[in-house]
């Protein structure tokens, strides 16, 4: 079932600015914190060296990951 799971997104370009500022204040107010404590943080599968990028690649279009594939600068 895990795999089956969608987060969606939206854009804010339809709304006033006022919205997107009330948008913007609720995200600092009540997500940002959860952040900064740790409470929320993506999921990492794993992390490549730059030079890895085609085996990055090759995980990602075999789908066995579960989570975000890194590419690092070392």
Sequence with gaps: MMRRQTITGSTLRPRSVAEKAATAA???GK??????RGEVRPVIDRAFALAEAAAAHFLMESSRHVG???LTLE
């Design 31 to 36: 997500i940002w914190p959860l952040i900064e």
């Design 26 to 28: 609720a995200l600092h």
């Design 68 to 70: 975000k594939i890194l």
